[in-house]
């Protein structure tokens, strides 16, 4: 069974540009969440989307947000792109995001700003 | 708000010896969720182990097992007879009613031939 793929790996924007990531998750996953990682702030949760609703959202600002389609996939989108947007980008997926249900990770898109 | 701490940013072992990673959670509810997952250079988040709150018994995979002391809130992982490929970050999460993963900070594991 394929793992979680995210792509793509690597990204370089600039300040102010838009950048979108995408996710696939295992198949009969239907639960994605995202997570942003850097070395100041650690992994933090950014949303998590279930049956193409966003069900549970972190702490970060308009800028993020992201969507689910049918198929389970997912995409994040980030705009107005800041220096500090720079960070790996971690996708996951789970059955249904239960507590008890361990989510499996992505690769990551490792994302740069000029 | 749930917190994880993990206190020691680095840690090193002897291949072959054992060693022992530090977690502590801080919550209120009682149906939780601990994690460990290990990051190698690859970057990928990779489940190495997971505790149920509500089981005394405490999880084991292979040569990896976890001290879970509900009342201390605390979740360690040993890891028997480490292997070079141990070597990675190890992050401590947890997940209870909001779904999502808290991570503590990582502890960064060396392995020495």
Known sequence: KAGV???PRYLIKTRGQQ???SCSPISGHRSVSWYQQTP????????EYFSETQRNK???PGRFSGRQFSNSRSEMNVSTLELGDSALYLCASSLAGQRDQPQHFGDGTRLSIL | AQTVT????EMSVQEAETVTLSCTYDTSESDYYLFWYKQPPSRQMILV????AYKQQNATENRFSVNFQKAAKSFSLKISDSQLGDAA???CAYKGSARQLTFGSGTQLTVLP
């Open chain 1, 5 to 7: 793929t995210q792509t």
């Open chain 1, 19 to 21: 950048v979108t990531l």
């Open chain 1, 40 to 47: 100041g702030q650690g992994l933090q949760f950014l949303f």
């Open chain 1, 58 to 60: 972190g702490n970060f």
């Open chain 2, 6 to 9: 993990q206190s020691q940013p």
């Open chain 2, 49 to 52: 182990i997971r505790q149920e």
């Open chain 2, 89 to 91: 970050m190890y992050f």
